[in-house]
């Protein structure tokens, strides 16, 4: 997810004419969610999140990290949130990230581009949870002292 140097990456041009949709379980699968929004809106004109869960579950899961969000799917399913938001966010594109097979397919039934997750947060150089401690410091202790 480059921006287009020749557009100079803002505003209308190049990447940033694009309205980017997180599919909550995407986001919980994120070391740090506030600061991947932050990076986002540096080449996106909107984010936000889109989910089947109640409303207050995305709604505690954004308070929880501080993340700003420029819409959610409230208490709409993700077919029916992304095609509102494509109507009230005309920009040329408009892309989901997700992490299931009904991502896509959503994506697809509402005129979106899917992203799989592990390709967005590769592309982008977003740190995805677990990568930092994938090793438990306890599970090969050398020590013979433990009980």
Same mark, same amino acid.
């Given at each position: 997810?480059? $921006? /287009?140097?020749?557009?100079?990456?803002?505003?209308?041009g190049?990447d940033?004419?694009?309205?980017?949709?997180?599919?909550?379980?995407?986001?919980? $699968?994120?070391?740090?969610? *506030?600061?991947? +929004? *932050?990076?986002?809106?540096?080449?996106?004109?909107?984010v936000? =999140? =889109?989910?089947? !869960?109640? &409303?207050?579950?995305?709604? *505690? +899961?954004?308070? !929880?990290h501080?993340?700003?969000?420029? +819409?959610?799917?409230?208490?709409?399913?993700?077919?029916e949130?992304?095609? $509102? =938001?494509?109507?009230?966010?005309?920009t040329?594109?408009? =892309?989901l990230?997700? &992490?299931?097979?009904?991502?896509?397919a959503?994506?697809?039934?509402?005129?979106?581009?899917?992203?799989?997750?592990?390709?967005?947060?590769?592309?982008?150089?977003? &740190?995805?949870?677990? /990568? /930092?401690d %994938?090793?438990?410091?306890?599970? %090969? %202790?050398?020590?013979?002292?433990?009980?």
């Open positions: 997810m480059s $921006n /287009d140097a020749s557009s100079g990456g803002g505003p209308g190049g940033a004419d694009m309205t980017l949709a997180f599919e909550l379980e995407a986001l919980r $699968n994120l070391a740090d969610p *506030n600061a991947v +929004f *932050n990076d986002a809106r540096q080449w996106t004109e909107y936000g =999140v =889109v989910s089947e !869960k109640p &409303t207050y579950v995305v709604t *505690n +899961f954004t308070r !929880k501080r993340i700003r969000q420029d +819409f959610f799917s409230g208490p709409r399913g993700v077919i949130s992304l095609e $509102n =938001v494509r109507e009230q966010f005309d040329e594109r408009h =892309v990230v997700g &992490t299931a097979d009904d991502d896509a959503a994506a697809d039934a509402a005129g979106w581009e899917y992203l799989p997750f592990e390709q967005a947060a590769d592309a982008a150089g977003w &740190t995805i949870a677990g /990568d /930092d %994938s090793e438990d410091p306890f599970e %090969s %202790s050398d020590r013979d002292d433990w009980p």
